[in-house]
């Protein structure tokens, strides 16, 4: 299985900034996903990385605020802009290589918001 | 809109135990079924997928079953460790949504 990178692995920040999440796999997938696990919940998608356009964002996320980049078949970041409390969660990557194959995920990067 | 339920939500048992874990889902137009781990702190661990055309899959002492019909999954874990306490999610991707949706999680607590 793909060996996924996740960096940072957690970080503390303060209200109003923004931190970028970088997802890196060892090897080209055709689906990245990322997943919003708020403390004592499940996952929530975010949004599906689309390489080469803009990415799909399911109901209550929006571009502005978890802008997404995918470059390429093997990274993507996903930026947390002018952060409050209620962000605090762990962000997590995932991909994929077919509906017919498991989904794998990252560490998890582990944001606390002061 | 698919949605999916796991119950219980927590589960304590002795080491050696065998148990079962449950997962439902509402929309049974699903391409397959996966059960992962999360350790605390930790991301998710794939540990068996089931096809949609599938009734079930094996690994070591895992069982998971598959009845699509009536929206349901059961992971059995045979012969329970301590190492195996964790939490336990069920995730399915359903065809109209490409997706995976997760359910509540289990959190299983195996006691020496």
């Known amino acids: 299985s793909a060996v996924i990178s996740q960096k940072p692995s957690r970080d503390i920040c303060q209200r109003g900034t923004s931190l970028t999440i970088q997802c890196q796999v060892d090897?080209?997938?055709?689906?990245m996903f990322w997943y919003r696990q708020q403390p004592g919940q499940s996952l929530t998608l975010i949004a599906t990385a689309n390489q080469g356009s803009e990415a799909t964002y399911e109901s209550g996320f929006v571009i502005d605020k978890f802008p997404i980049s995918r470059p390429n078949l093997t990274f993507s970041t996903l930026t947390v802009s002018n952060m409050s409390p209620e962000d605090s969660s762990i962000y997590l990557c995932?991909?994929?290589?077919?509906?017919?194959?498991?989904?794998?995920f990252g560490d998890g990067t582990r944001l606390s918001i002061l | 809109k698919q949605e999916v339920t796991q119950i219980p939500a927590a589960l304590s048992v002795p080491e050696g135990e065998n148990l079962v874990l449950n997962c439902s889902f509402t929309?049974?137009?699903?391409?397959?079924l996966q059960w992962f781990r999360q350790d605390p702190g930790k991301g998710l661990t794939s540990l068996l997928l089931?096809?949609?055309?599938?009734r079930e899959q094996t690994s070591g002492r895992l069982n998971a079953s598959l009845d699509k019909s009536s929206g349901r999954s059961t992971l059995y874990i045979a012969a329970s460790q301590p190492g195996d306490s964790a939490t336990y999610l069920c995730?399915?991707?359903?065809?109209?949504?490409?997706?995976?949706?997760f359910g509540t999680g289990t959190r299983l607590q195996v006691t020496l």
């Open positions: 089931i096809q949609s055309s599938q």
């Open positions: 929309d049974s137009a699903i391409y397959n």
């Open positions: 090897s080209q997938v055709t689906m």
């Open positions: 995730a399915v991707w359903t065809g109209t949504a490409s997706k995976l949706t």
């Open positions: 995932s991909v994929g290589t077919g509906r017919h194959q498991p989904q794998h």
